[in-house]
């Protein structure tokens, strides 16, 4: 997306803890781009072709470069499992159901529209539910950028440990509102 993850050496917490620390960034910006993408879809209320191939290819890249990336990276952190482990999972397994009805939905339009021409946007049933889709999935984008940022920032240092709990047992709770 951002076009600036191009060196794909795996770096770990062990390695250089800057060069760490700066594709983390990376991907965090990479992630960040993805929300604004589905975001701007979002206000502009249109569906078109570049809009079902935009959408296609967010889908599929969150979901097979994104995610991974990040469990990858937070899995070397000895301390995942028991800081946002559960977030995590729980934000990706949400964000991962709503894609693939998404998918299904903008498939189902594309269908339409290649089975008749003559197909009124209006008469499109699917186009409702796929913005009632793309509703349900940001609040779940935008909760996993703040779980990401803190993540960071506990990584980095520049929050304390107890700063961090109490941020995390913050987001946790949001979750079930």
């Known amino acids: 997306m951002a076009g600036e993850i191009i060196d794909d ?9 800057n060069k760490y620390i700066q594709y983390l960034r990376l991907i965090f910006a990479d992630y960040a781009e993805v929300v604004e993408s589905i975001d701007k879809i979002i206000d502009e209320n249109v569906f078109n072709k ?9 889908i599929k890249y969150t979901s097979k470069r994104v995610f991974p990336l990040l469990s990858a990276f937070f899995g070397q952190d000895e301390n995942f499992e028991n800081d ?13 159901y709503l894609f693939d009805k998404l998918q299904y939905e903008l498939d189902e ?4 529209w290649n089975l008749n021409d ?12 796929v913005n ?20 960071i920032q506990q990584i980095e240092g520049s929050i304390s440990e107890d700063e961090f709990e109490k941020k995390m047992v913050e987001i946790h709770d949001s979750m079930f509102i």
């Open 84 to 96: 946002i482990y559960h977030e995590f999972m729980d934000i990706q397994l949400m964000v991962l």
């Open 50 to 58: 570049q809009t079902y191939v935009e959408l296609t290819g967010i």
């Open 118 to 129: 003559a197909v009124i946007k209006d008469e499109l049933i699917n186009i409702e539910s």
């Open 9 to 17: 050496n795996f770096l770990t917490i062990n390695d250089d803890f």
């Open 132 to 151: 009632y889709l793309l509703k349900l999935i940001m609040p779940q984008l935008l909760l996993f950028v703040n779980v990401f940022d803190l993540k």
């Open 109 to 112: 339009i594309i269908l339409k």
